[in-house]
């Protein structure tokens, strides 16, 4: 559908029709009065799930912590059926979360926004979009995901390929027949570690290329029987309670045993127990996981024992362990069938760290070492993660400063929330807040909250033109980097820090304080009278130039 020529002149304007964006326009029109226009690239609402439609693409956190919490109602009419929810169900509940609450009458569909400017007479942001589509808004909020701006590697040779090439996260909107196929993946993160198992048995060949292995613990998918849905929704309040005053958002009781408090016998037992229990869990075992080396090394090893027995060649279960940094500080991944997939006569492994890519010709891909003959390539290479779907389109704040120049070293925000120079910008779960480090639905539905109670203060104060202040922004910035500091995550070439883009800058990119301690930061500068921030009156229409 073709948007052109429409323009929409609305209280706040939202990019990004994903969870946050959605959550975003329900609370402010619903509950607070405003107009809203949300601008959306893909064709259809639901963000990441829309996108990523990959085979055996599901969240790898339980369903029912990966929901929206704002309407009883819905809680009590929709019935996930599996415990990890896969992606034609997720986006199933997305549209019917849209329909229920009529989301989309407010939201246009097809509209990639390649401008947003600050119009700082007006206090007006002005945004354009590749189809002509335009908006001014009095606030603009990017609710465009951390994980969206698909990363493509220059692969030489790769447009003679005579054959298919997916992207994981880019993947056809009709079926893709993979049967019968010689089929290379190349990338072994999540999306990779998913996607491999629920293929293998169909291609006639598969051949993955694997650059730095994975840590994955099993994810014990399972349907849930009316009795366990029952239970779940009983304890829904209690849960929620949980997730909202834990450090991860997620429902996982948390210890306080480090892993050194047991001895080798008990700790043993305890990463068994979990092993196959836990899922994405599993790494909070133990509170030292991500702080100490020695801890970690505890699970790390017993991961790569576990690799080792479910691979039956040694060789290619040690090529398959990962041995080059800490487990956790790169996100884990949770598998069904993954490792055991190599355990198949019609897959191989390709150690590219080993013996790199080297270009692709019209019917193969070729390391340094080898020709593999394929029919598809697909690149399950994941994200220009975090900045990559905020810096895409031409921001300019204050002074005609665009946000890449404001970001040159790196992304320098107060909470997550605003960057200084850009007046009544917001970021939803973007960098410099909790986000990808633990459940994204809980710290998208904090910053729906907060920015929403912000909103509804400064306006009711007069002062609806509201910026962080370059002391805060630089004060917040030193509190991200000490929070990142002690801990092994700096020890990984992560897309936290900023290692998945040549020439991205190698900063650690979330906030690692945990979600309670960042709730409770949040709640305080609003106390404070949001304390951090310079608020001011719209200047007065009459002193606008004609
Ligand atoms: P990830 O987790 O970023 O994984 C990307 C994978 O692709 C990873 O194995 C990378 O290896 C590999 N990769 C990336 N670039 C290349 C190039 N140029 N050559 C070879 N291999 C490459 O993305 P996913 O989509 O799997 O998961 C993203 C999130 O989705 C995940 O964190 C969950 O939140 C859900 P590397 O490790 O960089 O050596």
């Not at 995901?145 to 994981?168: M, N, W, Y």
């Not at 002690?486 to 897309?495: D, F, H, K």
């Not at 290692?499 to 650690?508: D, H, L, Q, S, T």
Request: aromatic share 8%.
């Amino acid at each position: 559908m073709s948007n052109t020529q429409t323009h929409h002149d609305v209280d706040v304007v939202v990019v990004g029709a994903g969870f946050a964006g959605l959550a975003m326009l329900r609370e402010l029109r619903d509950e607070r009065g405003m107009s809203v226009r949300v601008l959306e690239a893909g064709d259809d609402v639901g963000g990441v799930w829309y996108w990523n439609r990959y085979p055996g693409a599901r969240c790898d956190v339980d369903s029912t912590d990966y929901s929206y919490t704002f309407s009883p109602e819905l809680d009590e009419e929709w019935n996930w059926s599996e415990r990890y929810a896969t992606q034609p169900e997720i986006l199933r509940y997305v549209h019917h979360v849209a329909d229920r609450f009529d989301l989309r009458r407010d939201v246009t569909t097809g509209a990639r926004v390649a401008t947003a400017t600050w119009d700082d007479d007006a206090a007006r942001w002005d945004v354009t979009c590749e189809d002509g589509t335009t908006a001014r808004g009095r606030y603009l909020v990017m609710a465009t995901g951390c994980l969206s701006a698909v990363k493509r590697p220059q692969v030489e040779g790769i447009e003679d390929f005579t054959g298919q090439v997916l992207h994981t996260a880019d993947w056809p909107r009709e079926p893709v027949d993979l049967a019968g196929k010689r089929v290379g993946v190349i990338g072994t993160g999540s999306s990779g570690i998913q996607v491999i198992p629920r293929i293998a048995p169909e291609v006639e060949e598969l051949v993955v290329f694997q650059r730095t292995p994975a840590f994955s613990v099993p994810a014990h998918h399972q349907v849930l029987s009316d009795a366990e849905r029952a239970a779940l929704k009983l304890s829904l309040p209690e849960r929620r309670e949980m997730l909202r005053n834990s450090p991860t958002g997620l429902s996982v009781p948390v210890t306080r045993r480090g892993a050194l408090d047991d001895d080798d016998a008990a700790r043993e037992r305890h990463y068994e127990e979990q092993w196959h229990s836990a899922g994405f869990g599993f790494l909070l075992a133990y509170n030292d996981l991500l702080v100490s080396h020695e801890a970690n090394r505890t699970a790390s090893d017993f991961i790569r024992g576990k690799i080792a027995e479910r691979v039956n060649d040694p060789a290619l279960a040690e090529k398959l362990s990962p041995h080059t940094y800490p487990y956790g500080a790169k996100r884990p991944c949770v598998d069904t069938g993954y490792y055991e997939t190599f355990n198949r006569e019609n897959v191989t492994l390709v150690d590219i760290a080993e013996a790199p890519l080297t270009r692709a010709t019209a019917t193969t891909l070729e390391t340094t070492d080898a020709a593999y003959d394929l029919d598809v390539i697909v690149f399950a290479t994941g994200f220009d993660a975090m900045t990559g779907s905020l810096l895409k389109p031409t921001i300019t704040g204050r002074d005609g400063v665009t946000l890449k120049e404001h970001w040159a070293g790196g992304p320098l925000t107060y909470l997550g929330l605003m960057t200084a120079g850009f007046p009544n910008m917001f970021i939803i779960a973007g960098p410099g807040s909790p986000s990808l480090l633990g459940n994204v639905m809980v710290s998208i539905e904090q910053h729906v909250d907060w920015v929403s109670a912000l909103l509804v203060d400064s306006e009711a104060a007069g002062t609806p033109v509201v910026e962080a202040t370059a002391e805060a922004e630089a004060e917040w910035v030193e509190r991200v980097n000490a929070a990142a500091a002690p801990t092994l995550y700096m020890e990984a070439a992560s897309y936290y820090l900023g290692a998945e883009i040549e020439g991205k800058p190698r900063v650690f990119m979330p906030y690692a304080g945990g979600l309670r301690r960042y709730r409770r930061e949040c709640d305080e500068v609003a106390r404070d009278g949001y304390r951090g921030f310079r608020r001011s009156p719209e200047p007065s229409t009459d002193l606008q130039p004609a």
